[in-house]
């Protein structure tokens, strides 16, 4: 857990007498039209599916994609972290040419884990050989939590952007790709050659995943949330792969920007740069649709990931909007569920739950780890080992999760913009809940049908949706 230093808030201080509505375009925040310089992917799965019913199902595999929009050369650090408690498990550079794509994919492991590899051309640092990349417990081996190769097999994975080049230089020559689709020399991409000149990051990164089970037929899409103006100003600074850094904790300036629940735009000054990134991503409520139907033996699972909560929580305490220390039962945070059906009601506060197991002291529904999966009436569609069962009578219908109302992250000054009206706000420098991106997931089991020709078909699909929320003021 990061620690309040002296030097954060000089800096913090220094920020105060700027803080106002022009410094709205200088604020980290979230993109509706999900280009940035940061991309947080919700969640990564090599587990085995599950039929509604129990039925063990393949695995899933994970495709993902990193688009670079822009005419600039760009150095991205990629990051996939385990979902208990976000323990780096891989780390790679790319370096994106003018309007390049990189994509790979990550799937299961013969040792029982969970390994990358990628058909793609694009230069990386180190070069990604002809076989898989397996993910490593190195970080988490022997934390509190314990857990070998299946800890690797579900998280979370980020993209940082690090710095720009010019075209001209040897970098971006050598990076750009030529018409036979190949860069034209990646022995010119390498950590010294990054680190000569690095320019100001511009953004314009965007991304998608897809979890697709073959056999079950699920393919479930996730867009990227992306971070616009996460550094602005700060230079382009080169990080090696390897290094913990960039993360959350680099966002220049230590400003977050969110949309409250009434539209308007709400901006705060934090004491830490995560913080900031924090009121970005933050949200009290959040809400999304349910599928239970006996006739298509339907199931529903949420993905509910919390990206900069590792850097606000460790075994010695937590950082508000958390609330708990991490032990080997995770970090729980209380939530409160109000479960509705199509027809208005009835709103059943907390319904019922199956915890797996709860852990010690926990009497009602929270959240415990970094990326955690809410699935309903054991449906278990990912097959999630950080599953929390919901179960309710309902077959279908919308559910509003609420987090606790301490759960709070202050800003030591605000601004705030009513697009209504067109006049400045003076906002709370309470910002409320917890710093949640996700989506949800929903299978529909029809059994085997035949076609007009009395041909079977498989006739099992799945659906993603991505989530709604509250704002992180009234």
Same mark, same amino acid.
């Given at each position: ?54 039925? &063990? ?406 659906? &993603? ?10």
């Amino acid at each position: 857990m990061n620690t309040f230093s002296k030097k954060s808030l000089h800096v913090a201080l220094a920020g105060l007498s700027t803080l106002g509505l022009a410094g709205a375009a200088e604020a980290v925040m979230v993109n509706p039209n999900g280009l940035g310089q940061v991309l947080v992917y919700p969640y990564y799965t090599v587990r085995n599916g599950f039929n509604v019913g129990g039925v &063990s199902a393949a695995p899933f595999n994970t495709l993902l994609s990193i688009v670079n929009t822009t005419n600039s050369t760009k150095a991205v650090k990629v990051r996939f972290r385990e979902g208990k408690a976000s323990k780096e498990v891989l780390d790679f550079n790319v370096f994106l040419s003018p309007h390049d794509m990189w994509v790979a994919a990550v799937t299961p492991s013969d040792a029982g884990g969970a390994q990358i590899e990628t058909p793609d051309h694009t230069c990386t640092v180190p070069t990604f050989p002809a076989t898989p990349v397996p993910f490593r417990t190195t970080d988490f081996s022997g934390d509190v939590i314990g857990g070998g190769l299946d800890r690797l097999t579900e998280g979370y994975f980020e993209v940082f952007e690090m710095a720009t080049y010019d075209p001209t230089d040897p970098l971006s020559i050598g990076a750009k790709h030529t018409s036979l689709g190949f860069p034209a020399d990646c022995t010119a991409v390498n950590d010294t050659s990054a680190a000569v000149a690095p320019l100001q990051p511009n953004g314009g990164l965007s991304g998608t995943a897809t979890l697709i089970n073959v056999l079950t037929g699920d393919a479930f899409s996730e867009d990227a949330t992306a971070l616009t103006q996460f550094n602005v100003g700060g230079g382009g600074k080169y990080f090696n792969t390897g290094s913990a850094l960039p993360d959350f904790s680099n966002a220049i300036p230590s400003t977050g920007t969110g949309v409250s629940s009434s539209g308007t735009i709400v901006q705060g000054l934090f004491p830490l740069p995560e913080l900031a990134a924090t009121a970005a991503l933050q949200h009290p409520n959040v809400i999304n649709q349910f599928i239970l139907d006996k006739s298509t033996a339907s199931g529903t699972d949420w993905v509910l990931t919390f990206p900069t909560k590792h850097l606000l929580v460790d075994t010695s305490g937590a950082l508000p909007p958390f609330e708990n220390a991490l032990g080997a039962g995770g970090s729980c945070d209380d939530i409160t569920l109000a479960l509705y059906n199509r027809e208005e009601g009835p709103p059943a506060s907390n319904p019922g739950t199956d915890f797996s197991p709860l852990p010690p002291g926990q009497a009602g529904p929270a959240l415990c780890w970094e990326s955690n999966i809410l699935t309903f009436n054991a449906s278990n569609v990912l097959g999630s080992a950080n599953k929390y069962n919901i179960t309710t009578g309902e077959s279908d219908g919308w559910m509003n999760v609420s987090f606790r109302a301490g759960a709070v992250n202050i800003a030591l000054t605000t601004a705030g913009f009513d697009p209504s009206t067109g006049l400045p706000i003076t906002p709370s420098t309470t910002f409320s809940g917890l710093p949640t991106i996700g989506f949800a997931v929903q299978t529909y089991v029809n059994g085997t049908l035949t076609d007009t020709t009395g041909k079977l078909i498989q006739s099992s699909y799945g659906v &993603s949706n991505g989530h709604r929320y509250f704002g992180p003021q009234p």
